[in-house]
């Protein structure tokens, strides 16, 4: 996506370190500040009244030990 918005063919909702290095360059320039969150890290969303697989859960207790 960030390839295709340098290249002019559109604009990229990517995450901010992914068009990092463009912005800096002046390749790429962020619009919509309003709505983009001043939030660092990642964001895990997923059913919590559901049956979550082994996997998935082994997942989750790891994310939440190391946020």
Request: hydrophobic content about 40%; some cysteine; overall charge negative.
């Amino acid at each position: 996506m960030v390839s295709a918005a340098t290249q002019g063919m559109g604009i990229a909702f990517v995450p901010e370190n992914y068009a990092k290095e463009q912005i800096n360059s002046g390749n790429l320039i962020t619009i919509l500040e309003d709505w983009c969150p001043d939030e660092a890290g990642f964001h895990l969303y997923f059913p919590r009244y559901r049956h979550m697989s082994k996997s998935l859960s082994a997942f989750v207790d790891v994310v939440k030990e190391h946020n």
